[in-house]
Nanobody, 116 residues
Framework: QVQLVESGGGLVQAGGSLRLSCQAS????????MGWYRQAPGKQREWVAV???????NYADSVKGRFTISRDNAKNTVYLQMDTLKPEDTAVYYC??????????WGQGTQVTVSS
């Protein structure tokens, strides 16, 4: 089992920055992919970014060039640096990880609100 605790959400003006963190704990040897999703009011949850164990990254087109995902394997933590935020980035952001069996786990979500 893997437990995920997210932090770093909040209210920011358009053009500002926020950094989300997600720390994993529990019984596991290592984690496979770690990533972020988001869900805006009235919309389906969408994938934002992913990072592999070795550091390879991929981003949704909507955040490419503005968001940066990174991880610290020693701390079992994944980060999402969000720059040049836009009102349309407003959503609940969820951390998600897969263990070595590829089972997927979810965090509780953290609210990000970008005011215009």
């Amino acid at each position: 089992q893997v437990q995920l605790v997210e932090s770093g959400g909040g209210l920011v003006q358009a053009g500002g920055s926020l950094r989300l963190s997600c720390q994993a704990s529990g019984r596991f040897s290592s984690l496979n992919n770690m990533g972020w999703y988001r869900q805006a009011p009235g919309k389906q949850r969408e994938w934002v970014a992913v990072i592999g164990f070795g550091g390879s990254t991929n981003y949704a087109d909507s955040v490419k060039g503005r968001f940066t995902i990174s991880r610290d394997n020693a701390k079992n933590t994944v980060y999402l640096q969000m720059d040049t935020l836009k009102p349309e980035d407003t959503a609940v952001y969820y951390c998600s990880v897969r263990d070595t069996t590829l089972r997927q786990y979810w965090g509780q979500g953290t609210q990000v609100t970008v005011s215009s």
